[in-house]
C-alpha cells in the first residue's frame, strides 16, 4: 500500500494532539455533592476489581475520536494497493469484439468477460484521466474519443456488439492508437482481447502497452468448410470438421439437405485435426447444412451451410489470337462456358447479362467491350492504366494479407521472363508485385471489375504449376461474382452485390432469420447495374430474388458461414507489440493499477462517527428503549385486561 | 426551625398507640409497665418464705393458717420504661429532598410523644461529635412532650460525626437499657461497629434506617466527581445507565447486609424512604411490625 498524498499524515500529528489535550481538558469533572460515597465507593471498588477494562471504557470515547481522525487521516493520504491494471492518465482501451469473442468459455462470454474488464480499467483511471474506447474486429470503431466522462465510458462500453466478419486486425486500431498515443503524455493502450489477432509489424506504439487476455479454455470444434459441387451423378457434399483444441474429442455431425435430416456420423478428432465427409446427394438439393451437435465454448461455428450452384453458369468471352493453356483452364471451370472471338472482332452485341466477363488476351480493342474485363499482357495503355515499356525477368512478391485472389496459391515457384511494365490507376490495387511495376492487379473502376496479368502466359511458367487453374478460377469469380462455388459463400460482413439488369424492377433478399429486405423501399441499393446489401453479419443463408414486374426472373442463393479464422480460439498469453520502452511483450507482469480506496475509508470514519454519538448518547437511548419497552408492556397488560 | 415538628391532629392520633416491648424490663420509678422486680400491683407474681427484715404487710395469713409458716405473697412490679431515643446528627443526615435529618427528628419526635403519651421516660440524644453530643436527660408523662419537641427543633447537623464512638459512648454513659430507637443512614463505614456496640446491652433496639430518595435512585448522567458531604474520599465516575443500576444493586446488597446483620442480633429493622411521610409510616408500618400497637 502507499500514498498518494502522505503529507495529509501531518495533519494527524497537529490534530492528534489536540484532541487528547482536548480530552484532558474536558476530563476534569463536574462536582456534586452527595450525602456520602460510601456506597459509591463500594461499588466503583467492586467495578475496578472485576473488570480491569472498565479504566479503559471510559476513554472510549477519546479512542474513538484518535481511530476517526486516523481514518480521516488515511482517506486524506490517498491510500491506494497496486494491482494489474494501468497506470497512464491517457487511457486507450481497444477492445477486440471478433467472432472469437463470442466464445462462452468465461462468464456469459467473451466479449462480456472483455468489457468488464474494460469497466474496471475505467474505474481505476485516475481523477480527470481520459479514454478513448476502440471496438476491433470488422470496421474498427472509436466510440468514446478522449473523454473523462465515466458515464459515456461505461456506456460505450456496454454498447459494444459482437461481429462475425471483417476479421481481428489490430493494425488499424494499433495505428490510431500510436496517433493518439503521440500526443499526449502518460499514455497507454490497452488490449482486452483473447489474443487471436493480427498484429502488425511495422507499427511502434509510442506508449506502454497492455495486454489483458480474455478466456480460458481452446477447446472448439469447427465446420471448417463445406461445399456443395456438381458431379457426374449430381452433386457432392464436401464438409471438414476441425478440432481447434488441444483435447482429443469425438463429435457427431449431423448434415441436413433442404432442412432434413440426410446423414449423421461420428467422427473422432485428435487435437489439431480434421476429418471430411465426402458424400454423393441428389441433383435436386438446393441447400446442405452440417451441424456439429456436441456443444463446445463457441457455437456459432458448429454450423454450416453450402447452396447448389448447379444451374449457375457464367459465360465468358476470350479474345485473343488463341491461347491452349488458357481455353484449358477455363473448360476445367465448373459452370463457366467460354466463346472465343477473334482480335479483329470491334462490336459486341450481346449485353452484360448475357456475357459478364471478357478476356482480352495480349490485344486491347479500340473500343473496350461491356462488362467486366481480364487483361492479359496488354500492348498499349487503355483508360485504366498506361503501358510505359517492358521489364525482364521480374520478381514475382504476392503481397501480404488475406487477398481473395490468391487464396489458396503459392506463387513462390514462378518465374516470369518478360513483363508489361503497367502504370495503374488510382482504382488498382496491387496483387502480385515486382521491382517498380505491378504484375498482377485487380480493382472496380465505373461499376465493372477489372483485373491485370501484365506477362503473356506463354512467358512464364505460371500455366506449368498448380497455381495457375487456381488463380484463373478465382479471378473468374472475382470477375463473375455470384456465380460458382466461391461465390455463393460470402464472408460475414462482406456486402453483397449482384449484377441486374435495367430490366430488373425489385430485388428481394430474406435474411437468414427470415426478414425480407426489398429495393423497392431502400433497403437494398441498386446503382450501375449492381444491387448491394451489405448487413451481412448473420449467419446463414440468404435467398435474392430478382423481379421484372411480377415475374421471378432469378433466384440465387448466399451462404455466410463463420469465418474460419475465428474458430481458433485458444487464448494467447501474450502479443508482440512493438513499444516506444523496446519492449516486445503487453502482458502486464508489474502490478502498475492503482486502485484508491480512500472511500471506503471515508465511509469507514462516517461509521465510526455514528458509533461515538451512539456511544456518547447511550444513556439516552437506554432511557428510550426502556421507555418503548414499558410503552408496549403496558400497552400488552392493557389488551390483557 | 420555627415550623412544629407535628399538626396536631397526627398527636392525637399517635395518643392511641403504644410502645410495645418484647420482654419485661426495669425502670427506676413506678410506671404502667410490667418490670421483672416484684412490687406493688395486683397482678400475682410468686411466693416467697419469709425472713427476717421482710415487710409484715406482704405476709400470706391465709397461707400461714394452712401451712403454719409465713409466706410472703409477691406481686409483678409495674414500672416506668426508659426510651431512647438516638439520632445520628452526622452531615451526611441533612441531605436529599426529602430532608433525612428533619425526617429523622420527626420519626424520633412520634416515637417519644408515643411514650411520654403512656407516662414512659424518654431521652433523646444526638450522636454529634466527642465533646458536643446534646442530650436531652429524660422527660416523663405528656408534660414532656413540650421540651422534647423544643429539644428535637434545635438540633442542628453535625461534621465529623464517628457513629460507632458515638455509639460505644453512649452505651457506657447510658443508665437503665430499654426500648432504644436509632435513626441513621448508616453511611459511615463503622455501622457494624456501631450496632454491635448498642446491641452489647440489653436495649431492645429498633433501627430506622433513613435514606433519600436521590439516594436510592440516583439521577446522574455524566461524567461527575462526586464530593463526600461529611468530607470523605471524593470519587469520579461515569454516570452512565450500567454505573446507576450497578449502584442500585450494590444499594440493595448493603441493605440485606445491615437486615440480616440486626436479625441476628434482635434488632428491628425498618428501612425509612424519606419520600414517604412520617404518619404513614408511623400509623402503619411501624404498627404492621408490632413496635407499636
Known amino acids: 500500500m502507499s500514498f498518494l498524498a502522505p503529507l495529509a499524515m501531518l495533519a494527524a500529528a497537529v490534530i492528534g494532539p489536540i484532541i487528547v489535550a482536548m480530552y484532558l481538558l474536558k476530563l476534569r469533572r463536574e462536582d456534586r455533592t452527595v450525602s456520602s460515597t460510601f456506597l459509591w465507593r463500594r461499588m466503583v471498588r467492586d467495578v475496578e476489581a472485576n473488570a480491569p477494562w472498565q479504566k479503559l471504557r471510559r476513554n472510549l470515547l477519546l479512542l474513538l475520536q484518535l481511530l476517526l481522525l486516523l481514518l480521516l487521516v488515511l482517506a486524506l493520504a490517498r491510500p491506494f494497493v497496486r494491482t494489474t491494471g494501468i497506470a497512464g492518465r491517457n487511457l486507450i482501451m481497444i477492445i477486440d469484439r471478433s467472432a472469437s469473442m463470442q466464445a462462452a468459455d468465461v462468464g456469459q462470454n467473451r466479449l462480456e468477460a ?4 474494460a469497466i474496471n480499467l475505467v474505474d481505476q483511471l485516475p481523477d480527470g484521466g481520459r479514454a478513448t474506447v476502440i471496438a476491433m474486429g470488422g470496421q474498427m470503431e472509436v466510440l468514446a474519443a ?17 461481429r462475425n466478419g471483417g476479421g481481428s486486425d489490430l493494425s488499424q486500431a494499433l495505428t490510431l492508437a500510436s496517433a493518439l498515443s503521440a500526443r499526449e503524455e502518460q499514455s497507454e493502450a490497452a488490449i482486452i482481447s483473447d489474443g487471436n489477432v493480427m498484429i502488425p509489424d511495422d507499427v511502434k506504439v509510442p506508449a506502454t502497452v497492455r ?66 465427409i465426402v458424400t454423393e446427394v441428389p441433383s435436386q438439393v438446393r441447400v446442405a447444412e452440417a451441424r456439429v451437435s456436441e456443444a463446445d465454448a463457441l457455437e456459432a461455428d458448429n454450423r454450416a451451410w453450402a447452396v447448389s450452384t448447379l444451374d449457375d453458369t457464367t459465360n465468358v468471352r476470350v479474345i485473343g489470337a488463341g491461347n491452349r493453356f488458357l481455353e484449358t483452364g477455363l473448360s476445367l471451370l465448373p459452370g463457366v462456358r467460354y466463346t472465343t472471338v477473334p482480335t479483329s472482332t470491334a ?82 490495387r496491387v496483387i502480385v508485385d515486382s521491382e517498380g511495376a505491378p504484375l498482377l492487379l485487380a480493382g472496380e473502376r465505373e461499376g465493372r471489375r477489372i483485373v491485370v496479368l501484365a506477362f503473356d502466359l506463354h512467358e512464364s511458367d505460371l500455366p506449368l504449376h498448380v497455381a495457375f487453374p487456381l488463380l484463373l478460377s478465382n479471378i473468374v469469380n472475382y470477375l463473375a461474382p455470384g456465380s460458382g462455388v466461391e461465390a455463393s459463400q460470402i464472408a460475414p460482413g462482406q456486402s453483397l452485390a449482384i449484377q441486374v439488369d435495367e430490366t430488373i424492377t425489385e430485388v428481394r433478399l430474406t435474411q437468414p432469420d427470415g426478414n425480407i429486405m426489398r429495393s423497392t423501399d431502400g433497403a437494398i441499393q441498386i446503382q450501375n447495374n449492381q444491387a448491394v446489401y451489405a448487413d451481412t453479419d448473420m449467419l446463414g443463408v440468404y ?86 419497552r414499558s410503552r408496549t408492556r403496558d400497552k400488552g397488560a392493557l389488551r390483557a385486561r | 426551625m420555627t415550623e412544629p415538628l407535628f399538626e396536631t391532629t397526627f398527636l392525637r392520633k399517635l395518643d392511641r398507640l403504644i410502645l410495645m416491648t418484647r420482654r419485661a424490663m426495669a425502670g427506676e420509678m413506678q410506671g404502667e409497665r410490667r418490670s421483672p422486680r416484684r412490687g406493688a400491683s395486683v397482678e400475682f407474681a410468686d411466693f416467697r418464705p419469709y425472713t427476717p427484715g421482710d415487710d409484715i404487710r406482704q405476709i400470706d395469713w391465709n397461707l400461714y393458717a ?52 403512656s407516662l414512659d421516660r424518654v431521652t433523646v440524644t444526638a450522636l454529634g461529635a466527642e465533646g458536643a453530643q446534646r442530650q436531652l436527660p429524660g422527660v416523663r408523662g405528656k408534660r414532656g412532650a413540650l ?31 430499654g426500648p432504644l430507637l436509632l435513626c441513621s443512614d448508616l453511611l459511615d463505614a463503622g455501622w457494624e461497629d456501631a450496632l454491635r456496640a448498642l446491641s452489647s ?29 461529611e468530607g470523605g474520599t471524593a470519587v469520579e465516575i461515569s454516570a452512565d445507565l450500567d454505573a446507576l443500576r450497578r449502584y442500585r444493586e450494590n444499594l440493595t446488597s448493603w441493605q440485606a447486609e445491615i437486615e440480616s446483620f440486626c436479625s441476628g442480633r434482635g434488632i428491628n429493622y425498618f428501612f425509612v424512604d424519606t419520600a414517604i411521610s412520617v404518619e404513614d409510616f408511623v400509623l402503619s408500618r411501624m404498627r404492621q411490625r408490632g413496635v407499636l400497637r
Open chain 2, 201 to 229: 446491652r440489653p436495649f431492645e433496639i429498633t433501627l430506622l434506617h433513613i435514606l433519600a430518595p436521590q439516594e436510592l435512585d440516583p439521577q446522574f448522567d455524566g461524567d461527575f466527581r462526586l464530593v463526600d458531604a
Open chain 1, 211 to 276: 495486454y489483458f487476455p480474455i478466456g480460458r479454455s481452446d477447446a472448439n470444434v469447427a465446420i471448417g468448410a463445406i461445399a456443395l459441387q456438381p458431379s457426374a451423378g449430381g452433386q457432392t457434399l464436401f464438409v471438414q470438421t476441425t478440432n481447434h483444441g488441444s483435447a482429443s474429442t469425438s463429435v457427431r455431425v449431423d448434415l441436413y439437405l433442404d432442412g432434413v435430416l440426410f446423414d449423421a456420423r461420428n467422427l473422432d478428432l485428435p487435437p489439431g485435426g480434421d476429418s471430411s
Open chain 2, 147 to 177: 421540651p422534647l419537641f423544643a429539644f428535637l427543633q434545635q438540633i442542628r447537623p453535625e461534621t465529623a460525626v464517628d457513629l460507632s464512638t458515638a455509639c460505644h459512648r453512649y452505651m457506657r454513659t447510658a443508665r437503665t437499657p
Open chain 1, 543 to 628: 435467398v435474392v430474388e430478382e423481379f421484372r414486374g411480377d415475374e421471378l426472373v432469378a433466384r440465387r442463393r448466399y451462404v455466410v458461414n463463420f469465418p474460419n479464422a475465428e474458430s481458433v480460439i485458444a487464448p494467447q498469453p501474450d502479443l508482440n507489440i512493438l513499444q516506444a520502452s523496446g519492449l516486445q511483450s503487453a502482458i502486464s507482469q508489474e502490478r502498475v493499477g492503482r486502485t484508491e480506496f480512500w472511500r471506503w475509508l471515508a465511509a469507514l470514519a462516517l461509521i465510526v462517527l455514528i458509533v461515538e454519538w451512539l456511544f456518547y448518547q447511550r444513556n439516552g437511548l437506554a432511557y428510550l428503549r426502556e421507555r418503548w
Open chain 2, 66 to 117: 394452712r401451712m403454719e409458716r409465713f409466706f410472703l405473697k409477691l406481686f409483678v412490679a409495674e414500672e416506668e420504661l426508659t426510651i431512647h431515643l438516638l439520632i445520628d446528627v452526622s452531615s451526611s443526615m441533612d441531605w436529599g429532598e426529602p430532608n433525612k435529618l428533619r425526617h429523622a427528628l420527626k420519626l424520633a419526635g412520634a416515637f417519644g410523644y408515643i411514650a411520654l403519651s
Open chain 1, 114 to 117: 472483455a468489457k468488464a474488464q
Open chain 1, 146 to 162: 478522449a473523454t473523462s466522462d465515466r458515464r459515456e465510458l461505461r456506456d460505450a462500453i456496454s454498447g459494444i456488439e459482437l
Open chain 1, 347 to 428: 462490336i459486341f452485341t450481346e449485353t452484360v447479362a448475357e456475357v459478364p466477363v471478357t478476356i482480352l488476351d495480349g490485344v486491347v480493342p479500340t473500343t473496350l467491350p461491356a462488362g467486366n474485363l481480364f487483361f492479359i499482357a496488354p500492348p498499349r495503355s487503355t483508360n485504366f492504366f498506361s503501358v510505359t515499356g517492358e521489364i525482364e525477368f521480374p520478381s514475382v512478391r504476392p503481397v501480404s494479407g488475406d487477398e481473395p485472389l490468391l487464396r489458396h496459391i503459392s506463387l513462390s515457384e514462378v518465374n516470369v521472363l518478360r513483363a508489361a511494365r503497367i502504370a495503374p490507376g488510382a482504382w488498382a
